[in-house]
């Protein structure tokens, strides 16, 4: 017991083999710099959780970005889709246009050559058998399409010639005009033995309100017009 006391004192006391001086800090001191010390730790943390939200929202941008791009390129397909199909439709009602133009043609084309065919003991008699008028590319400009026939017995040829007259108005008075065709004058020759076919085009002067055509035919060595028709102007 006696040797464990003095061991003590050896290490303790003034009989201490190393003895330190330390000077304790004021507890202001040790206040603030334990004040620093949490101001740091917040600090880091807070840099630390911003630099992730940051890091997150940077990614939530380019996913964003990558998304519209994705989109934008999505809504590109689908205008070209759009206009394919579009151009697609227009060609078909084009088509479809022609095709109709054609069946009502080749339905004429059928009633007429059935009317040439039934040929009966009369004497031949040139008539007009269809006249149509369109709208030409150019403004005043139409095209007319003229269909004459023989009916009965074809024994003898058609010869004579066919005018075009231009029924406007002009300075508020009513003018009937001879049209002058394109490519053809103002006197058409008509000769055949079934039928024949005048298709041209002419045009309205422009000081001239027109409102129809008259189509007339006269017979070689006729004074008069053998045959007329009135066609009223497309509007």
């Not at 999505?74 to 069946?103: C, I, N, T, W, Y």
């Not at 009513?174 to 024949?196: A, C, L, N």
């Amino acid at each position: 017991m006696r040797r464990l006391r003095r061991g003590l004192r050896r290490h303790s006391g003034i009989t201490a083999r190393r003895v330190s001086v330390r000077t304790a800090w004021p507890w202001q001191w040790r206040l603030a710099m334990a004040l620093l010390l949490l101001a740091l730790g917040y600090g880091l943390g807070y840099w630390s959780h911003t630099g992730s939200k940051k890091n997150q929202l940077e990614q939530k941008v380019q996913r964003l970005v990558l998304e519209n791009q994705a989109m934008q390129a999505g809504v590109v397909q689908m205008e070209r889709r759009l206009q394919v199909e579009h151009a697609a439709q227009s060609s078909l009602a084009q088509e479809m246009a022609v095709l109709q133009d054609e069946s009502m043609r080749l339905k004429e084309d059928v009633t007429f050559y059935q009317s040439i065919l039934a040929e009966n003991g009369a004497t031949g008699v040139p008539k007009l058998h269809s006249v149509k008028l369109s709208k030409g590319a150019h403004a005043g400009e139409y095209q007319y399409r003229i269909l004459l026939v023989q009916s009965g017995r074809h024994d003898k040829m058609v010869q004579g010639s066919l005018v075009l007259l231009l029924n406007a108005t002009q300075s508020g008075k009513s003018v009937t005009e001879r049209i002058e065709t394109t490519g053809q004058g103002r006197e058409i020759r008509v000769d055949f033995k079934y039928f024949q076919r005048i298709e041209g085009t002419f045009s309205v002067p422009p000081h001239m309100e027109a409102h129809s055509v008259q189509v007339q035919f006269t017979e070689s060595g006729g004074a008069k017009a053998k045959f007329s028709q009135t066609v009223n102007l497309p509007v």
